[in-house]
Protein backbone atom coordinates (compact mmCIF):
# COMPACT_ATOMS: atom_id res chain seq x y z
CA UNK A 1 0.00 0.00 0.00
CA UNK A 2 1.19 3.53 -1.12
CA UNK A 3 0.26 6.29 1.10
CA UNK A 4 1.61 10.22 0.39
CA UNK A 5 4.63 8.34 -1.27
CA UNK A 6 5.15 6.26 1.86
CA UNK A 7 4.96 2.31 1.31
CA UNK A 8 3.02 1.35 4.17
CA UNK A 9 3.56 -2.48 5.00
CA UNK A 10 0.63 -5.19 6.37
CA UNK A 11 1.01 -4.40 10.18
CA UNK A 12 1.79 -8.58 10.48
CA UNK A 13 4.75 -8.16 8.01
CA UNK A 14 6.00 -5.60 10.55
CA UNK A 15 5.75 -8.13 13.90
CA UNK A 16 7.23 -10.74 11.26
CA UNK A 17 10.27 -8.34 10.97
CA UNK A 18 10.57 -7.43 14.31
CA UNK A 19 11.45 -11.01 15.07
CA UNK A 20 13.21 -12.18 11.83
CA UNK A 21 14.02 -9.03 10.10
CA UNK A 22 14.90 -9.25 6.69
CA UNK A 23 19.42 -9.47 5.94
CA UNK A 24 21.75 -7.96 3.59
CA UNK A 25 22.88 -11.16 1.89
CA UNK A 26 26.09 -9.25 0.86
CA UNK A 27 27.29 -7.77 4.58
CA UNK A 28 24.47 -9.59 6.60
CA UNK A 29 23.60 -5.99 8.10
CA UNK A 30 19.84 -5.23 8.60
CA UNK A 31 17.79 -3.87 5.20
CA UNK A 32 15.79 -0.96 5.88
CA UNK A 33 13.12 -2.13 3.32
CA UNK A 34 13.01 -5.60 2.51
CA UNK A 35 12.06 -4.35 -1.40
CA UNK A 36 15.72 -3.50 -1.72
CA UNK A 37 17.15 -7.20 -1.69
CA UNK A 38 20.64 -5.96 -1.35
CA UNK A 39 21.75 -3.63 0.51
CA UNK A 40 23.24 -0.12 -0.96
CA UNK A 41 26.74 -0.51 0.07
CA UNK A 42 26.88 -3.74 -1.24
CA UNK A 43 25.28 -2.95 -4.38
CA UNK A 44 27.91 -0.34 -4.95
CA UNK A 45 30.80 -2.39 -4.41
CA UNK A 46 30.04 -5.26 -6.60
CA UNK A 47 33.25 -6.73 -8.20
CA UNK A 48 32.29 -5.50 -11.83
CA UNK A 49 33.79 -6.93 -14.96
CA UNK A 50 32.99 -4.61 -17.34
CA UNK A 51 32.84 -7.18 -19.86
CA UNK A 52 29.90 -5.12 -22.17
CA UNK A 53 32.42 -2.90 -23.46
CA UNK A 54 35.20 -5.25 -23.82
CA UNK A 55 33.90 -8.14 -26.69
CA UNK A 56 37.09 -10.12 -26.59
CA UNK A 57 36.92 -10.62 -22.66
CA UNK A 58 37.40 -13.40 -20.47
CA UNK A 59 34.23 -15.34 -21.15
CA UNK A 60 34.15 -14.83 -24.48
CA UNK A 61 37.83 -16.34 -24.76
CA UNK A 62 36.33 -19.68 -23.90
CA UNK A 63 34.13 -20.49 -26.34
CA UNK A 64 36.20 -19.12 -29.75
CA UNK A 65 36.06 -22.43 -31.52
CA UNK A 66 32.14 -22.06 -31.55
CA UNK A 67 31.62 -20.13 -34.35
CA UNK A 68 27.74 -19.73 -33.57
CA UNK A 69 28.76 -18.01 -30.42
CA UNK A 70 28.08 -14.36 -31.34
CA UNK A 71 28.69 -12.99 -27.60
CA UNK A 72 29.65 -13.84 -23.80
CA UNK A 73 29.96 -11.95 -20.77
CA UNK A 74 30.02 -12.22 -17.22
CA UNK A 75 28.64 -9.77 -14.77
CA UNK A 76 31.14 -9.88 -11.91
CA UNK A 77 34.10 -11.58 -11.22
CA UNK A 78 33.59 -14.53 -8.41
CA UNK A 79 36.44 -14.35 -5.66
CA UNK A 80 35.60 -16.16 -2.31
CA UNK A 81 35.28 -14.33 0.73
CA UNK A 82 33.41 -11.36 -1.25
CA UNK A 83 29.71 -9.60 -1.24
CA UNK A 84 28.56 -10.98 -4.09
CA UNK A 85 30.26 -14.67 -3.67
CA UNK A 86 27.89 -14.62 -0.31
CA UNK A 87 24.65 -13.90 -2.36
CA UNK A 88 25.44 -16.50 -4.78
CA UNK A 89 25.88 -18.88 -2.38
CA UNK A 90 22.66 -17.82 -0.32
CA UNK A 91 20.61 -17.90 -3.92
CA UNK A 92 22.22 -21.24 -4.59
CA UNK A 93 21.89 -22.86 -1.10
CA UNK A 94 19.80 -20.76 1.62
CA UNK A 95 16.63 -20.58 -0.51
CA UNK A 96 16.74 -17.03 -1.16
CA UNK A 97 14.84 -16.48 -4.71
CA UNK A 98 14.66 -13.28 -4.97
CA UNK A 99 18.33 -12.39 -5.07
CA UNK A 100 18.30 -14.37 -8.83
CA UNK A 101 15.94 -11.62 -10.06
CA UNK A 102 17.97 -8.73 -8.48
CA UNK A 103 20.54 -9.96 -10.14
CA UNK A 104 19.56 -10.42 -13.07
CA UNK A 105 18.39 -6.97 -13.35
CA UNK A 106 21.20 -5.22 -12.21
CA UNK A 107 23.12 -7.38 -14.69
CA UNK A 108 20.51 -5.95 -17.67
CA UNK A 109 20.93 -2.42 -16.68
CA UNK A 110 24.77 -2.77 -16.48
CA UNK A 111 25.17 -3.92 -19.38
CA UNK A 112 22.74 -1.82 -21.34
CA UNK A 113 24.33 1.35 -19.30
CA UNK A 114 28.09 -0.20 -20.91
CA UNK A 115 26.32 -0.31 -24.33
CA UNK A 116 22.98 -0.03 -25.76
CA UNK A 117 23.10 -2.45 -28.18
CA UNK A 118 24.28 -5.37 -25.94
CA UNK A 119 20.72 -7.05 -26.02
CA UNK A 120 19.95 -6.15 -29.40
CA UNK A 121 18.99 -8.95 -31.94
CA UNK A 122 18.35 -11.65 -29.12
CA UNK A 123 14.70 -13.42 -29.47
CA UNK A 124 14.77 -15.14 -26.38
CA UNK A 125 16.37 -16.00 -22.93
CA UNK A 126 17.01 -19.72 -22.08
CA UNK A 127 18.21 -20.59 -18.59
CA UNK A 128 20.35 -23.25 -18.26
CA UNK A 129 18.05 -25.73 -16.69
CA UNK A 130 18.18 -28.11 -13.17
CA UNK A 131 17.84 -31.72 -13.40
CA UNK A 132 13.99 -32.17 -11.82
CA UNK A 133 15.68 -34.00 -9.03
CA UNK A 134 17.70 -30.93 -8.40
CA UNK A 135 14.99 -29.04 -8.75
CA UNK A 136 13.02 -30.72 -5.95
CA UNK A 137 15.60 -30.37 -3.35
CA UNK A 138 16.24 -26.54 -4.15
CA UNK A 139 12.64 -25.95 -5.42
CA UNK A 140 13.66 -23.31 -7.99
CA UNK A 141 16.01 -23.11 -10.92
CA UNK A 142 18.36 -19.89 -10.20
CA UNK A 143 19.09 -19.46 -13.76
CA UNK A 144 15.40 -19.61 -14.34
CA UNK A 145 15.19 -16.69 -11.64
CA UNK A 146 18.14 -15.06 -13.10
CA UNK A 147 16.48 -14.90 -16.56
CA UNK A 148 13.36 -13.72 -15.25
CA UNK A 149 15.28 -10.58 -14.02
CA UNK A 150 16.76 -9.93 -17.25
CA UNK A 151 13.47 -10.02 -18.95
CA UNK A 152 12.06 -7.52 -16.70
CA UNK A 153 14.68 -5.28 -18.18
CA UNK A 154 14.66 -5.78 -21.80
CA UNK A 155 11.34 -7.04 -22.57
CA UNK A 156 12.76 -10.12 -23.93
CA UNK A 157 11.16 -13.57 -23.19
CA UNK A 158 12.30 -16.46 -21.21
CA UNK A 159 11.92 -19.90 -22.38
CA UNK A 160 12.09 -23.21 -20.41
CA UNK A 161 10.48 -25.42 -23.58
CA UNK A 162 13.44 -26.56 -25.56
CA UNK A 163 16.74 -27.35 -23.32
CA UNK A 164 16.05 -29.78 -20.76
CA UNK A 165 18.92 -31.58 -18.49
CA UNK A 166 18.34 -34.63 -18.79
CA UNK A 167 21.71 -36.43 -16.16
CA UNK A 168 22.17 -35.46 -12.66
CA UNK A 169 25.29 -34.79 -12.77
CA UNK A 170 27.58 -34.14 -9.57
CA UNK A 171 28.44 -30.81 -8.35
CA UNK A 172 31.48 -29.22 -10.61
CA UNK A 173 33.12 -27.58 -7.27
CA UNK A 174 37.03 -29.39 -6.94
CA UNK A 175 37.01 -30.57 -10.07
CA UNK A 176 40.05 -30.31 -12.94
CA UNK A 177 38.96 -28.88 -16.45
CA UNK A 178 38.94 -32.23 -17.66
CA UNK A 179 36.94 -33.64 -14.98
CA UNK A 180 34.22 -31.29 -15.73
CA UNK A 181 34.09 -31.82 -19.43
CA UNK A 182 33.47 -35.33 -18.43
CA UNK A 183 31.10 -34.68 -15.73
CA UNK A 184 29.07 -32.63 -18.08
CA UNK A 185 29.21 -34.68 -21.47
CA UNK A 186 25.55 -35.21 -22.31
CA UNK A 187 23.48 -34.00 -19.85
CA UNK A 188 21.25 -32.01 -22.35
CA UNK A 189 18.82 -32.73 -24.70
CA UNK A 190 17.32 -30.57 -26.99
CA UNK A 191 13.53 -30.76 -27.18
CA UNK A 192 10.88 -29.23 -30.29
CA UNK A 193 14.67 -28.05 -31.50
CA UNK A 194 13.09 -26.96 -35.01
CA UNK A 195 11.70 -23.97 -33.28
CA UNK A 196 14.52 -22.52 -32.97
CA UNK A 197 15.79 -22.34 -35.96
CA UNK A 198 17.32 -19.14 -37.33
CA UNK A 199 16.74 -17.73 -33.89
CA UNK A 200 19.51 -15.73 -31.54
CA UNK A 201 19.09 -17.17 -27.69
CA UNK A 202 20.89 -15.87 -24.92
CA UNK A 203 21.68 -18.74 -23.01
CA UNK A 204 22.60 -17.62 -19.22
CA UNK A 205 23.87 -19.22 -16.06
CA UNK A 206 24.93 -18.29 -12.34
CA UNK A 207 28.48 -18.83 -12.47
CA UNK A 208 31.60 -19.84 -15.47
CA UNK A 209 34.67 -21.46 -14.10
CA UNK A 210 35.89 -23.68 -17.37
CA UNK A 211 33.10 -23.49 -19.40
CA UNK A 212 31.79 -27.04 -19.73
CA UNK A 213 28.64 -27.23 -18.87
CA UNK A 214 27.75 -24.14 -21.22
CA UNK A 215 30.11 -26.01 -24.03
CA UNK A 216 27.71 -29.08 -23.08
CA UNK A 217 24.35 -27.38 -23.63
CA UNK A 218 26.07 -25.47 -26.72
CA UNK A 219 26.31 -29.37 -28.21
CA UNK A 220 22.90 -30.14 -28.76
CA UNK A 221 21.80 -26.20 -29.51
CA UNK A 222 24.68 -25.79 -32.33
CA UNK A 223 23.53 -28.48 -34.28
CA UNK A 224 19.84 -25.95 -35.18
CA UNK A 225 20.05 -24.31 -38.64
CA UNK A 226 20.54 -20.84 -38.72
CA UNK A 227 20.85 -20.39 -34.82
CA UNK A 228 22.68 -18.67 -32.93
CA UNK A 229 24.28 -18.03 -29.67
CA UNK A 230 25.08 -15.23 -26.54
CA UNK A 231 26.23 -16.34 -23.02
CA UNK A 232 25.67 -14.29 -19.76
CA UNK A 233 26.29 -15.37 -16.59
CA UNK A 234 26.41 -13.80 -13.14
CA UNK A 235 29.72 -14.48 -12.00
CA UNK A 236 32.98 -16.08 -13.11
CA UNK A 237 35.22 -17.57 -11.07
CA UNK A 238 39.15 -17.46 -12.43
CA UNK A 239 40.27 -21.03 -13.14
ZN1 LIG B 1 25.08 -5.50 2.25
Known sequence: MVHGGIVIKNPFIYILDLFYPPLCPGCGNVLEDAALVV???CRNSLPLT???VYPDNKVSGLFTDINKV???AAFCHYDHDTAFYRMIHALKYYRQPQIGVWLGKE???HLMSGNPQWFSGIDVIVPIP???KRLRQRRYNQSELIAEGICKETGIAVDT????????NPTQTQRTTDERRANTEGIFALRYGE???GKHILLVDDIVTTGSTLRSALS????????HVSILTMGEAGK
Not at 161 to 168: D, E, F, I, S, T
Not at 220 to 227: W, Y
Open 39 to 41: CQE
Open 220 to 227: VLTPVRGL
Open 130 to 132: LHK
Open 50 to 52: EHA
Open 161 to 168: RHLLRVVN
Open 195 to 197: ELR
Open 107 to 109: AAR
Open 70 to 72: EKA
